[in-house]
């Protein structure tokens, strides 16, 4: 598989988008960003618990196809999806606290970073074993069919992880069942330190739905709307009883695998490049356009969000630390 | 009322569960058109549909992946191995989202993982093996040994309507060797709750699955020389029911720990270990461990027997034991 | 994928044959049968230790794959390829003392039926666990690029065995290193009582080599000739260093899964429709019509491969059994 | 001559042994441009070129997988696990092909596979487990856990050229905090023989890996308090060094048993059991097992330090042994 990304969408017009849908988009992506540099400044400050991996560049492909949800769909995101989970209704604060190991944050310290779900937000949180969601995310969809709920389930993969075994597996069994499951593989070039000609001979990785009899599609990943327009459709597809869809999305990771990591190996030309491409600023460029965004409501969006996350930092820091009393700690091994 | 096989209660406890809650379905291969490789599925197609019963693809991944991501939603999945040692496909599923996902964020995973395991009917390295103990070491996940048909049928009940992730260890020599008549209505055997099966005074056994039966019919033996031994049934081995343990060798004072599994590793050394620790004053002989060999299971009949426990075996240890 | 089949190959003109070659592949097809059914009859007679799985209807996929490689080749043959390992050379009497349990057969009564390989012979067992093979033959070729030797890999898989991780990871891998690995999935309909509509929603499995980047073909599995045309064109590529290929052998199981298996969930029609393709009665109207066979032809090979069969079952009948010393058993667990 | 860190020793070893023999490589996630998560490559792919280290795919099943196939046709590959929390993916690969064949059907399986292992440095619940019993129990497989900067070279050089599959559990928590100064030459440590880390008279501590560092630690504080203390470091789990735990048992007559994974079923309870069978003569107090909580590792510091060994268990747990 070439190193070379694909072009960039032809950006389309924005005019059958009603402007809080876009607008709101814009947010979430600002959110996303803004959290994201949050963590990273934390840990610059010293106060995280262990590392963080950031989403920086993958906004567009996370909150636009999140997007695509009901309220009601589940959604299981991986490390680079925090647009997703915020998207689908968690807190900042949440997030926040589970990276600065609160007793009171969603795993009460006993997992780190975004490494958790939340039923009520319907949200399933990962393990570190990559793929493993795709199974089980094939499980909240068996689900739903059992019980004729008219829900999807969407995750994402990776470049690296879906040379996995789980990734075939779960597919392949969501295939036979025709199980409404999207998953989106963000091919954003490289794996950790591994470039993605070491991870696959295949020309890309949306062709391997055919194996398991699955739609696929290919997607701009750092234009939201194009990353919204082909979720939705696969939604769709998944509501209607037609089955999963595998979307590849073409992106690229623009820090290192996680916050220690300089990413010596990757060109600075590929940075450079996708730099251009980054999916805030170009949708900010369209909505500008299309006198959706002016500078003054840039900064008022930007403000809000900015109050946000001083209020979500504020709070989650203000979360106590866990005591490590251990009758608490076995008493909630089991349900 | 009849008697029934150990494998007959496992299918009607299913059959009842699937009756009482419309959230427990069966997975695995071949469950469904030919009802289970050891037919313990039989006839559940017919009667509740796919995919409520659901044939799978020959997928241990998915199979256990499926399970948890319905399971986290309410679902009660009663998932087969088509034999236990194919567990190993499915392992990390098992060990590090099944076992992990409540202590990390909450959801609870309530799944049934059906494992037919065990020797004694020569399937060699990869259909006899009985491999309870990478699971017994796993925070979060509960795993049961029924020895009887009465608690084949009472702990797959219960496991059904637990909370966790329960692997469940179905003996396949027990399978149509064990008959029995069970009580009619709705009854479990609660999970962690060890059982006496049979009371004795001079020396106890320590002993679960398979070896409950053969342990029974040494201690026959034994009972003709005057050797009165008490054989402790684990049923279940996470969670474990410690104080029938040390109740047993505080009256004994002798303690024999038997398992078909290995012995380097087995469970065993678990439960030695709590006795060394916690019964340590009570003890009048060294504690003695009878396992398998530690070698992959053979598959020919003289190897298979060299390999596993045999009565003499068993004996011996029990009388050595008694006589110290 | 449709239960149906594809159609038969149209039988090629043998004319570009040596009819040594030729009559070779038929007997090695007919020792497979009879070691086959030998195996059945022993079973029925109480003989063997345990079960066991038959080869028949598919003899010709393996001893005409075989018959492309070379001896110094690596073949990995799971349960129904008992043809290959004849064609590559185990004697029979290897294969009977192993079903019969001797403590001098391959694995001295440790495993069970084709459950054991000869790194004499070039041929590598399978674990029971399907799919196993496939990476583990992909580090054989490993081996072959590392150390330059032009030796290929060879292995099976079936239509159900092809769904596990394994089969994804280890195409995949070789698909990335150009390794020479050649894979023959065997779809021959059913996976114990499961049809191939309940394992995939793939339209074929062949496709799926696209999906690592690998060569792939597709074949009617009964026409042995057709079988040495396209692995010899894969294991030229493969020595050549053009990497991995996939094959789909078009066939089916003309038994139970096993013995014990009456199969009655495999529609009468569909064994009836194969028995009209039997690999090894095609042939050898083939061979007729050729004027490469005649009865009496027919009948002196026939005659050499019962002798070789009631050797080899004497044989291995008069080997010893284990004796189950431990202190023996302990001591072979290392090496 | 200058002092070498544990990971450093480990690099020197790999390093040494793929100069010495050109059937050693190398494969793994990351272990060649980036030389590896932890380092333990750096350097290797410009010296030594790909394929012999092989950045491979995200595939754990391939990577074992290749090794075994690799390594039937003798070749001898270091596999290397991103973490050892990911040999969960592979991990039938090793124990029911790599453990297997040689018994089965005799080919040798040459390979080594590091698992950078433990916790210590809030790595949550899939950095930071301590998987070593579930390979202890599958016969085929050896299992060492080096706990010096010397040992970390020679059993990673013994392990090499050992003709079975050996898991070399590298604990990440003394990678860059211990430093030695090694012997010139070609030398290495031989599998299962253990060592005693320290001479003691009143009580052993039987232990591996990371605790033999903190037991060391405890032994000196107590010294202080006339309380000396013998620590065994077990070196290799399989083949265990039995006759050393013993020894040392039957001249302290008063034992703790301490690791750092998970209490129950972890290879404590092999060890106590051992001891309850054969030195029971000589025991003159309960055999104390010291281990991490019985829960998945958790992330948050004031967790994590709950959840294992800290050195205040350790001397109580000491203490109470040698005042029984
Ligand atoms: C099964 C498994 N093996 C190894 C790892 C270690 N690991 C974590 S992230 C990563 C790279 C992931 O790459 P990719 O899937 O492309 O995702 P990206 O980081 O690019 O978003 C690796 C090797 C893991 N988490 N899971
Ligand atoms: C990983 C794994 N799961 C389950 C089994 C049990 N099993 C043995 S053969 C078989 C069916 C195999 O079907 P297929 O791969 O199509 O091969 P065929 O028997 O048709 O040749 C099953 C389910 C197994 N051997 N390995
Ligand atoms: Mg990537
Ligand atoms: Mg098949």
Redesign the interface.
Known sequence: MPARSKRPSKNKDLAGYEPDFLLGLYRDMLRTRALDSRIEALYKQGKLVAGCYSSRGQEGCSVGSTAAMRDDDIVGPMIRNLGSMLRHGLPMKFVLSNYLGRATGPTKGRDGSSHFGSLEHNVFGPISMLGALIPVCAGAALSFQMRGEDRVALTWIGDGGSNVGDFHEGLNFAGVLKLPLVLILENNKWAYSTPIEYQTAAKDFACRAEGYGIASDTVDGNDIIAVYEVTKKAVERARNGDGPTLIEADTMRMRGHAIHDDAKYVPKEQLEYWETRDPVETFRARLKKAKLLDDDGHDSIMAAVKQELETATDEATAMPLPTGDRDTELGDVYA | MSAITYIEAIREAMYEELHRDPDV?CLG??IG??GG?FRATAGFLEEFGR??IL????????I????????????RPIAEMQ?A??V??G???L???A????????????MVVRLPTGGG???????ATNPE??F?????L?VVCPATVYDAKGLMKAAVRD??PVLYFEHKYLYRRLKDELPQGDWIVPLGEARVAREGRDVSVITYGSMVYHAGLVAETLAADGIDVEIIDLRSL?P?DEEAILESVRKTNRVV?LHE??K??????????R????A??H?D?????VAS????V??????E???MPMPADIEAAIRATVTY
Chains 1, 3 share one sequence.
């Open positions: 379905y291969e071949d058109t030919y490789a995919p409520r044939d799978t693809p020959l997928s241990e991944i998915a256990m992946g499926a399970s948890i991501g319905s399971a986290m939603l309410g679902m034999f040692d194919f190993a496909n392992f990390n599923m060990v590090n989202f076992a992990k996902v409540h202590y990390r964020w909450g959801p609870s995973c309530p009917t020569r399937g060699g390295p990869f259909h103990a990478w017994t070491r796993v925070p979060g509960k909370d966790n996470i474990l720990v599994d290995t380097t590793g087995g469970f065993g050394g678990e439960i030695s270990a006795i060394a620790e916690f340590f004053e003890l002989a060294p504690i003695r461990r060999l530690d070698t992959p053979p598959h020919a009949p003289q190897l027997d060299a390999f």
